[in-house]
């Protein structure tokens, strides 16, 4: 999917870069989230992150959303991509996947990034009637 769009909604949230205090958590949050979908579309492995030096090649680009000790979600800005976007079990459904989705386009758009994209499974139809709602269109579509 890709946003073209000029202007993006501020995310009235801060994220901050990755702090390895919160690397359990990640983990643990990260496999909660992708679990039931890798899955239910057999991408293997089912559980992506089982040991932390995975996540330090990555940390660079991922951002967390926290509320003092708890990681309430975590979003990746892979220069104009935004990845591996999760909301953790206890702060679903209280808008803070928007909030997140909108603070990783800003960002992309803070490091010069013009057009913004992202991939999403069909399987995932909250995601993607967030997406476009928010105003990305399908650019393509892909067999996983």
Known sequence: MKYTGNDIPSSGIDCIPFDERYIEQYMKHYNDAFYPMRKALDIKPYNWYSDLSAIRKKCSDLFLLTDGNDLIGSVACYGNEVD?????????????????LLWGMNH????GG?????????WNQNALKMYLDIGFEIARIEQV
């Open 84 to 100: 591996d976007l999760f909301v953790s079990d206890n702060y679903r459904n209280a808008g803070y996947g928007r909030k997140l």
């Open 108 to 111: 992309i758009r803070e490091e």
């Open 114 to 122: 013009q057009e913004i994209l992202l991939h999403v499974a069909e």
